[in-house]
């Protein structure tokens, strides 16, 4: 047999499996949203500006990209709580906090996204489990963590006798769609 022939049939062959193996580009769209609490009550704060963009390979876990959030953009339903966020941020010196992704694994619908998150000039290391479903090529993700204000360095707002407590939960919801 010509190995040209045999060549190309084995390429053929192979295709699907190499071709899976490869990883994908997406468009990140979503919202971010934190929950906080002090003596008295709680509240939580919205954000719907979160974009960026991820390379995922769903069969290895590997991924790259950035996505990033305005952090002056958070939305309480109170203007003077939204006000002491952007100063405990220092949005104008730190307008972005930015993920940067580097693995999403996946068990049924459980999923864990590992990366570097950057807050206010502090970079950590974050894990956010969640779930992960598929809707044809477009992903749908629904996951949180808890965090404290210690660990970016940042004071908690206060009013008074009263300060914000640790821990701040923080869900995130993203609508990642193929390139």
């Known amino acids: 047999m010509n190995p040209l022939i045999l060549l190309t049939a084995l390429l053929l062959y192979l295709w699907p499996s190499v071709s899976q193996a490869q990883s994908s580009q997406f468009a990140i769209e979503g919202r971010v949203t934190y ?17 960026g963009t991820v390379r995922w390979n769903p069969q290895t ?19 003077l709580r939204d006000a002491d ?15 940067e992704v580097e693995r999403l694994t996946q068990s049924g619908e459980d999923a864990v996204l590992l990366g570097t998150l950057e807050i206010s000039g502090t970079r950590r290391p974050v894990r956010i489990a969640g779930k992960l479903t ?20 940042l004071n908690p707002p206060s009013l008074l006798f009263l300060r914000v407590n640790d821990p701040v939960e923080v869900r995130l919801e993203a609508r990642a769609v193929l390139r």
Request: one cysteine or more.
């Open 85 to 99: 966020a952007r100063g405990v941020f220092d949005v104008n010196r730190f307008p972005l906090s930015c993920l």
């Open 134 to 153: 598929r809707e044809g090529s477009t992903y749908r993700f629904v996951g949180g963590f808890n965090t404290s204000f210690s660990e970016w360095r």
């Open 35 to 51: 929950a906080a609490s002090y003596s008295l009550g709680r509240w939580e704060g919205t954000n719907t500006s979160v974009r």
């Open 61 to 79: 876990g590997e991924a790259s990209g950035q996505v990033c959030v305005e952090l002056g953009r958070f939305d309480s339903g109170n203007a």
